[in-house]
Antibody, heavy 121, light 111 residues
């Protein structure tokens, strides 16, 4: 399976915005049941951020990002996005995109390479 | 949310010796389809997590057979039959039974 390729991220001031992207091949993208964003603050564990289910288009957000982050996809570009607004220092983390199938087709999470978001003045 | 609790936090190992990590879920991870919705991942420094075991006991493609997963419901175990130097890193269990996906706090394995 081809890997997920992430882009975006970088250094931003508190209150600023960034958009993360996660691209896949058409075959890989269409095989997923859902895709999510997971982040890892420096020296910390893994924390779920958001999920988008591909069948019903339902979105879910962690309470810490609700109202500030938006997950979306572009089927024509086979790309998942995370629009991050009103960023805070506590959003500083490596952000990973993941994709996964459902039920008997499930084979674990497929991970992107991660992209660092640093929120600092 | 389902809370995942791993132990131990740190695991010193000796090459050639076995090792074991425990993961407990606050709710049953057994789906009505018969699968236990529990994965194990290894994260080496500076890398993305790597899948080891999915659905409780299925070894991912390319994962050495010294790794095995067992358990059902709320109690799960990852075993390494003979630890090798390349096995060092942080191991995470993760439940995919329901959204949000939740992870154990991690077990740092070091030689």
């Amino acid at each position: 399976e081809e890997p997920l390729l992430q882009s975006g991220g970088g250094l931003v001031q508190p209150g600023g915005s960034l958009r993360l992207s996660c691209a896949a091949s058409r075959f890989t993208f269409s095989s997923f049941y859902a895709m999510s964003w997971i982040r890892q603050a420096p020296g910390k564990g893994l924390q779920w951020v958001s999920t988008l289910t591909f069948d019903a288009g339902v979105t879910y957000y962690a309470d810490s990002v609700k109202g500030r982050f938006t997950i979306s996809r572009d089927n024509s570009e086979n790309t998942l996005y995370l629009q991050m607004n009103n960023l805070r220092a506590e959003d500083t983390a490596v952000h990973y995109c993941v994709g996964y199938r459902y039920g008997a087709s499930y084979r674990g999470l497929s991970w992107g390479q991660g992209t660092l978001v640093t929120v600092s003045s | 949310d389902i809370v995942m609790t791993q132990s131990p936090l740190s695991l010193p190992v000796t090459p050639g010796e076995p090792a074991s990590i425990s993961c407990k879920a606050s709710q049953s991870l057994l789906h009505s389809n018969g699968y236990n919705c529990l994965d194990w991942y290894l994260q080496r420094p500076g890398q993305s997590p790597q899948l080891l075991i999915y659905l409780g006991s299925n070894r991912a493609s390319g994962v050495p057979d010294r790794f095995s997963g067992s358990g059902s419901g709320t109690d799960f175990t990852l075993k390494i039959s003979r630890v090798e130097a390349e096995d060092v890193g942080v191991y995470y269990c993760m439940q995919v039974r329901q959204t949000p996906l939740t992870f154990g706090g991690g077990t740092k394995v070091e030689i």
